[in-house]
Each structure stands twice: as C-alpha cells, then as structure tokens.
C-alpha cells in the first residue's frame, strides 16, 4: 500500500480519445497512475496504446461528468483506491454546432452541462480532498473560440469562456492551500473533430493561422506537463494555437 501511495495519480475525462488520450499517454509515460473517464467503455486498441510505458495499468471508470453524482461516486473511489489525487484535468466536452437562428434552448443547455457544469462538478467534488492533501493541480480545457467567440458555436463559445472565468476564480479561492488552476486554449488541433472540415474550411482556416499549420495533440500534452511542473503558474490561460488571433 505504502507504494502504491507513492506514485502519482492523475485523473483525466473524455480521455479515451483525442486530446485526452494524448493527455492520458503522456502522464502515464511521465509515470502516473492514470484514470480516465468515458460514457462509454474504450475499445482495446486504445488501452493496448498505454501498454508497456510503466506498471500501472490505466483505470477506466465510465460515468457523466454532467451528472454531479456520478462524479462524486467517482472520485470517492480514485480516493478509496489510491489514497492520493495530484491532478485533474477536465478534458470531457462535446459540439452542437448551429446557428442560433436554429439553436434550441436544449441545444444550448446540452453542451453547457457537459463542458461548464461537467468541470464544475469535477472541481467541487474534488475539492475538498485537495484542501485536506493542502495540494493538487487543475488543469481545465477551454477553446480558442472562448476567447474570440465563433460563428455558429454560441453554446460551444459560452461553455468554453464560462471555463476560463471558473478558471480564474477557483485560482484565487484556493491558491492558499496550494491548489492550482489553469486553462489551455487550444486552437485547430488534428483531432476527429478537425478532420471532418472539408478542404475549402481547412484552407481558410490556415490563412488565419500564422503558422500556417494545424496543431498536433502533443502539442496540448505537453502544456499540461509544463503546468504541472511549473508550479508557480496558477489561474492562467494557455493559448496554443499556432499564433491565431494574436
């Protein structure tokens, strides 16, 4: 048990794909123990992905972050299990893109509960362990469109500024105990989402970016080990998206 106590712990949501399995790679490479959330159990080719890295083996518990009792649930257990939580990041989201001219309220709320309230669940259920480790670090996802606002993404955008504003303000409640908070603001990364722009989008898109490239999910991963390492980074927002907007 004393071992086992000894290796870090890292929880991460929506980390069975995309971003947030890169994430989940890349804690698991630096030797954490890592969890992962999903809605749904991961296939095999995604938990065969983390073999041989260190000797844990990746935890997958399936629940809603949108439902704030099944988060407690869940990290009541990392806690049983592990007697120890040193990181969260809140990775789980999903798009519902329309206009707002066709938007419905359900629409809005959709996302807004698993992106918004989904990591405000997480923060609140997770919170009262790290007061008592006097130690933890928060690493949430926002969006570059949660700074610039989208055509077509009013729920997405809101969801994703609602995260930078908890952001800041979870950084100042618990800055005293040791507790951090960040936020990574990725851009166009090459993920599922950005492969269904069809050639005329991604074109556009590339001549905003001054890099003229899209980002690649390590680039995200490793902003979250830069957070995690530097600990004198609290209640800031991390844009990583090839100079846009800037």
């Known amino acids: 048990m004393a071992e086992l ?7 991460i949501t929506g980390g069975t794909k ?8 890349k804690l698991y490479k630096d030797g954490y123990q ?7 159990a991961p ?20 629940g809603s972050v949108a439902d704030s009792t099944e988060v407690k649930d869940i990290i009541d257990e990392i806690f049983s299990r592990f007697k120890r939580l040193d990181v969260i990041v809140n990775n ?16 809005f709320m959709s996302v807004i509960e698993t992106n918004l309230l989904g990591t405000f669940n997480v ?27 989208n055509a077509g993404q009013t729920n997405y955008a809101a969801s994703k500024a609602g995260i930078i ?17 960040n936020a990574i603001a990725p851009g166009f990364i090459e993920t599922d989402m950005t492969a269904k722009l069809n050639e005329k989008q991604r074109s556009a898109i590339l001549q905003e970016i001054p890099l003229k490239r899209f980002g690649q999910v390590d680039h995200i991963s490793e902003t979250v080990s830069f957070l995690i390492q530097n600990d004198y980074v609290t209640g800031q927002v991390i844009e990583v998206n090839g100079g846009l907007h800037m």
């Not at 789980?92 to 629409?107: H, N």
């Open 5 to 11: 106590e000894k290796q870090p712990v890292a929880f």
């Open 18 to 25: 995309g971003i947030g399995l890169a994430i989940a790679q």
């Open 34 to 40: 890592v969890i992962l959330t999903s809605r749904h």
């Open 43 to 62: 296939n095999e080719e995604t938990l065969a992905s983390f073999v041989g890295e260190n000797d844990s083996t990746p935890v997958v518990l399936t």
């Open 92 to 107: 789980a989201g999903i798009t519902l893109d329309k206009l707002i001219l066709r938007m419905s309220a359900e629409d």
């Open 123 to 149: 923060i609140k259920a997770v919170t009262p362990y790290f007061l008592k480790q006097k130690n933890g670090v928060i690493i949430n996802m926002a969006s570059v469109v949660g700074i610039t606002g």
């Open 165 to 181: 504003g908890l952001t800041k303000s979870v950084a100042k409640e618990l800055a005293g105990r040791n507790i951090r908070c």
